[in-house]
T-cell receptor
Framework: EPEVTQTPSHQVTQMGQEVILRCVPI?????FYWYRQILGQKVEFLVS????????KSEIFDDQFSVERPDGSNFTLKIRSTKLEDSAMYFC????????????FGQGTRLTVV | AQSVSQHNHHVILSEAASLELGCNYS??????LFWYVQYPGQHLQLLLK??????LVKGIKGFEAEFIKSKFSFNLRKPSVQWSDTAEYFC??????????????FGRGTSLIVHP
């Protein structure tokens, strides 16, 4: 069964450093998402991506964040200068269309900023 | 845009007990509704989904959910839980019409622990 894969599974970084979280969505999917979950809190939407551009983003997704689909298969989330409060589980998801279908999620990357 | 509330944040049950997890959403138009499960150390997996038709939806592993439009609810049920059902459960909704968002919106999640 096709699946969304994320790497790394766990990343520890120092405050102020840049991190790149990587995702490989399901190959025929067209819509891509990043979510995050701070420990003990709800799953929060960050950004959606379609047709090589951001289609929607939340208030969380400020100038420190960026997304890219550099080569037609990978989908990356970059945090330019990490803060302690960026520590969370980051989930990538993809779907074939926006309605009447489910999003498929990756296993997540646990980001710890120290 | 829509929002989702899950009323039970932590549920502890013994094996064979019945389960019902509450989920309410706020949006008056057409919605897609989902329950996802996350087993320890694993990714979010779809338990069941509702798009249209029969409001009683059956999913994997004996789970079912009922869409009650008048109550804006989509509660998850299982008649007899097993130890292996220990996991985090998330309700999610997306909407397609004006005022809603097609972005899946999640509830806070419910942590279920089943004692053997």
């Amino acid at each position: 069964e096709p699946e969304v894969t994320q790497t790394p599974s766990h990343q520890v970084t120092q405050m102020g450093q840049e991190v790149i979280l990587r995702c490989v969505p399901i190959s025929n999917h067209l819509y891509f998402y990043w979510y995050r979950q701070i420990l003990g809190q709800k799953v929060e939407f960050l950004v959606s991506f379609y047709n090589n551009e951001i289609s929607e983003k939340s208030e969380i997704f400020d100038d420190q964040f960026s997304v890219e689909r550099p080569d037609g298969s990978n989908f990356t989330l970059k945090i330019r200068s990490t803060k302690l409060e960026d520590s969370a589980m980051y989930f990538c998801a993809s779907s074939y269309r926006v309605m009447n279908t489910e999003a498929f999620f990756g296993q997540g990357t646990r980001l710890t900023v120290v | 845009a829509q929002s989702v509330s899950q009323h039970n944040h932590h549920v502890i049950l013994s094996e064979a007990a019945s389960l019902e997890l509450g989920c309410n959403y706020s949006y008056g138009g057409t919605v897609n509704l989902f329950w996802y499960v996350q087993y320890p150390g694993q990714h979010l997996q779809l338990l069941l989904k509702y798009f249209s038709g029969d409001p009683l939806v059956k999913g994997i592993k004996g789970f079912e959910a009922e869409f009650i439009k008048s109550k804006f609810s989509f509660n998850l049920r299982k008649p007899s839980v097993q130890w292996s059902d220990t996991a985090e459960y998330f309700c999610a909704v997306n909407a397609g019409a004006s005022g809603g968002s097609y972005i899946p919106t999640f509830g806070r999640g419910t942590s279920l622990i089943v004692h053997p």
